[in-house]
T-cell receptor, first 116, second 114 residues
């Protein structure tokens, strides 16, 4: 069974440039998450989708970040324009079910962004 | 809101030493508790979990017991190996408004030396 796939693995851009990250969750997983992981820190939730609906985007900086999950499968996270402080690893995860449950998440390998 | 506090690393141990990584939590209701592990160059993966008080999660020689009275979920292993070198994250899953929200600790880096 294929795991969560993210691309690109690494991205280096100059500040003020746009960048986009793509995620393909495990087949059948209707819940999808984007997490931000700064160096030496734990993952912090940016946005969670239940199918196509963004059910928790309270931590997403909406002035420069946007996300979409068309057709309830793949998802894209965009930053425009990028700032130096956006340098981090962007993690995508997916899980089965909605509400309650065991909360087990399946993570991709992450996309490491460096903003110069 | 929910939060997880875990001991800061790095933790350096010799092979076959005993490991404890402390984790305490704050949550409303009855969360599920997890330990995730991140090996170098890889994504996070679930190591073990416990869904109710007094449950013990175990996997690959690691164990953790859900202690509601002390709000703790400490990770232990009796004899670590070099291959256990990784970053370990304690996490909890509460269910506000019926949604899954997973909150992670900052991670503890473990280095095992031969």
């Amino acid at each position: 069974e294929a795991g969560v796939v993210q691309s690109p693995r690494y991205k280096i851009i100059e500040k003020k440039q746009p960048v986009a990250f793509w995620c393909n969750p495990i087949s059948g997983h209707n819940t999808l998450y984007w997490y931000l992981q700064n160096l030496g820190q734990g993952p912090e939730l940016l946005i969670r989708y239940e199918n196509e609906e963004a059910v928790d985007d309270s931590q997403l900086p909406k002035d420069r970040f946007s996300a979409e999950r068309l057709k309830g499968v793949d998802s894209t996270l965009k930053i425009q324009p990028a700032e130096l402080g956006d340098s981090a690893v962007y993690l995508c995860a997916s899980s089965l079910g909605t509400g309650g449950g065991t909360g087990e998440l399946f993570f991709g390998e992450g996309s490491r962004l460096t903003v110069l | 809101g929910d939060s997880v506090t875990q001991m800061e690393g790095p933790v350096t141990l010799s092979e076959e030493a005993f490991l404890t990584i402390n984790c305490t939590y704050t949550a409303t209701g009855y969360p599920s508790l997890f330990w995730y592990v991140q090996y170098p160059g890889e994504g996070l993966q679930l190591l073990l979990k416990a869904t109710k008080a007094d449950d013990k999660g175990s996997n690959k020689g690691f164990e953790a017991t859900y202690r509601k009275e002390t709000t703790s979920f400490h990770l232990e292993k009796g004899s670590v190996q070099v291959s256990d070198s990784a970053v370990y994250f304690c996490a909890l899953s509460g269910s506000p408004r019926g949604y899954q929200k997973v909150t992670f600790g900052i991670g503890t880096k473990l280095q095992v030396i031969p």
